[in-house]
C-alpha cells in the first residue's frame, strides 16, 4: 500500500515557476515508477511525465518537453515535478500515481495503481 500526497501548487503568472512535490508513506516506494498526470476542468486526464524507480529513465508528453522536469528522490519518499515557462493551458489539477512496473502503459492513467488527492496549478496570463 501507497499513499500519496502531493503539494506546491498554486497561482502564478506565465512564464513563471513551480515545483510540485508527491510524498510517499510505505517502504516500498524505491519500487515503483512514478508519474504526474493533470485534469483541466471539462477535460480527461491526460499524462504529464514519468519516471522509473532508479530515477535514471524519464518519459514526457510532448507538450511539456524542455519545460517540466521529473526527479525523485528515494531517501526522502519523494518525487517532484519542476514546471518553468508555465503557460496558462498548463493549468489544471496535477495528480502524482504510482506503478509497480516501467515499461507500456506509462502514459496511460489506467496502469498506475495508487493516486494522490490532486494539487491545484492556475496559470494566469
Known amino acids: 500500500q501507497v499513499q500519496l500526497v502531493e503539494s506546491g501548487g498554486g497561482l502564478v503568472q506565465a512564464g513563471g515557476s513551480l515545483r510540485l512535490s508527491c510524498a510517499a508513506s510505505?517502504?516500498?516506494?524505491?519500487?515503483?515508477?512514478m508519474g504526474w498526470f493533470r485534469q483541466a476542468p471539462g477535460k480527461e486526464r491526460e499524462f504529464v511525465a514519468a519516471?522509473?524507480?532508479?530515477?535514471?529513465?524519464?518519459y514526457y508528453t510532448d507538450s511539456v518537453k524542455g519545460r517540466f522536469t521529473i526527479s525523485r528522490d528515494n531517501a526522502k519518499n519523494t518525487v517532484y515535478l519542476q514546471m518553468n515557462s508555465l503557460k496558462p493551458e498548463d493549468t489544471a489539477v496535477y495528480y502524482c500515481?504510482?506503478?509497480?512496473?516501467w515499461g507500456a502503459g506509462l502514459d496511460v492513467a489506467a496502469t498506475y495503481d495508487y493516486w494522490g488527492q490532486g494539487t491545484q496549478v492556475t496559470v494566469a496570463s
Open positions: 519516471i522509473n524507480w532508479g530515477g535514471t529513465s524519464t
Open positions: 510505505g517502504r516500498t516506494f524505491r519500487t515503483y515508477a
Open positions: 500515481a504510482a506503478d509497480s512496473a
